[in-house]
C-alpha cells in the first residue's frame, strides 16, 4: 500500500512539471514595419514606422502594457489622384495596449497544431496620435472650369492631436533558455487603428465632396521582445 501511494503521488508530481510554464513577467520590445492609410485618397503609399513597447506579462499568453510609434502614414498621388491631393504625416502615437494567446484557452499539450500556433493572439487598447504634415497637397491645381476649381483650398489641419482605437492581432514565437523560461519572443502583428478624428489625412472635406468617411490606418510589422524581471510559473 505504501508503495501504491508513493506511486500516485510521484505521478502527479509528474504531471505538475510537466504542465508548468515558466516565464519572466516583464519585457521590452523593438518593432519595425510599413504603415498604411485608408483614408480620403485613392492611393496607398506605404510608409517606414518603428515600436517601442514595454509589457507586463500577466500569464506567459497574456500581457498588458505601452508602445511609442514613430513613423510617416502617406497617401495619395499629386499628378494621378482624381484631386491631385497628396500627403505625408510624420506621426507620433502612444498607446496602451492588451493581447491575449490562444494558449491561454486551450489545452496545447494534448495537440502538435494547438501547440504550435499558441502564441496566436488578438488585442486592443486605446491610444494618442500627434500627426503633423510633413507634405500635403492644401489647394487645387487645375483650372476655372475643373471642379473643384483652380485654387480651391482642401479644408483641414496640418498639427492635430486625436483620439484611436488600436486593433492587434498576430501569431508570437517563443525562445526559451537554458532554465526552460521564455527570453526572447518573436511576433508578427498587424495593427489596425480606428481614428476618432479627420486628421490623420490632413483633409477634411465635407462627405459630400472627397470625405469617403473614418480614417484608418494599419500597421504590418515584425519585431523581437526581450524578458527579464520577476519570475512566473504558470
Request: a positive charge.
Amino acid at each position: 500500500m505504501k508503495k501504491f501511494f508513493l506511486f500516485i503521488i510521484g505521478c502527479f508530481v509528474c504531471s505538475l512539471v510537466s504542465a508548468q510554464y515558466n516565464y519572466y513577467k516583464l519585457s521590452v520590445g523593438l518593432n519595425t514595419g510599413v504603415t498604411q492609410a485608408l483614408a480620403d485618397v485613392q492611393k496607398i503609399v506605404p510608409k517606414p514606422t518603428l515600436i517601442l513597447s514595454g509589457d507586463y506579462h500577466i500569464t506567459p499568453f497574456a500581457l498588458a502594457g505601452i508602445e511609442i510609434q514613430k513613423g510617416n502614414i502617406s497617401g495619395g498621388d499629386p499628378k494621378n489622384d482624381p484631386h491631385l491631393r497628396y500627403f505625408n504625416n510624420s506621426y507620433l502615437a502612444v498607446m496602451l495596449n492588451g493581447r491575449v494567446q490562444l494558449g491561454q484557452f486551450v489545452d496545447f499539450e494534448s495537440s502538435n497544431l494547438l501547440y504550435a500556433v499558441r502564441g496566436f493572439y488578438v488585442g486592443a487598447g486605446v491610444g494618442i496620435i500627434n500627426n503633423k504634415m510633413a507634405e500635403v497637397v492644401r489647394y487645387k491645381p487645375g483650372t476655372l472650369s475643373d471642379y473643384p476649381p483652380l485654387g480651391y483650398k482642401f479644408p483641414g489641419v496640418d498639427k492635430a492631436i486625436n483620439l484611436l482605437i488600436p486593433i492587434n492581432t498576430g501569431i508570437s514565437f517563443n525562445v526559451v533558455d537554458k532554465w526552460r523560461f521564455t527570453k526572447f519572443i518573436f511576433s508578427f502583428n498587424y495593427q489596425s487603428n480606428v481614428m476618432l478624428g479627420e486628421d490623420v489625412d490632413g483633409y477634411n472635406d465635407p462627405k459630400s465632396r472627397f470625405n469617403n468617411g473614418r480614417d484608418y490606418w494599419g500597421v504590418a510589422s515584425i519585431g523581437v521582445r526581450y524578458c527579464f524581471g520577476p519570475e512566473g510559473l504558470y
